[in-house]
């Protein structure tokens, strides 16, 4: 597991909102839902775990938010 992955996985546990790049693309504050076999399940999709660059965890956190 590289240390975006790790990144990743403790905003999970956190609840923290994440921001980052995939396939050139650019997410901001996505909710990261569930965390297996390589993908990634948010509220904006799902996302190879491989694909993803430039995390970013957010101060904001989803459940305090009432999302």
Aim: aromatic share 14%.
């Amino acid at each position: 597991m590289n240390i975006e992955q790790r990144f990743l996985l403790k905003a999970m546990e956190d609840k923290n909102f994440v921001c980052f790049m995939y396939e050139q693309k650019s997410f901001k504050s996505v909710k990261i839902l569930k965390f297996e076999n390589d993908l990634i399940y948010t509220d904006s999709g799902n996302f190879e775990i491989e694909k993803i660059r430039k995390v970013v965890v957010l101060k904001e956190k989803f459940d305090k938010l009432g999302v």
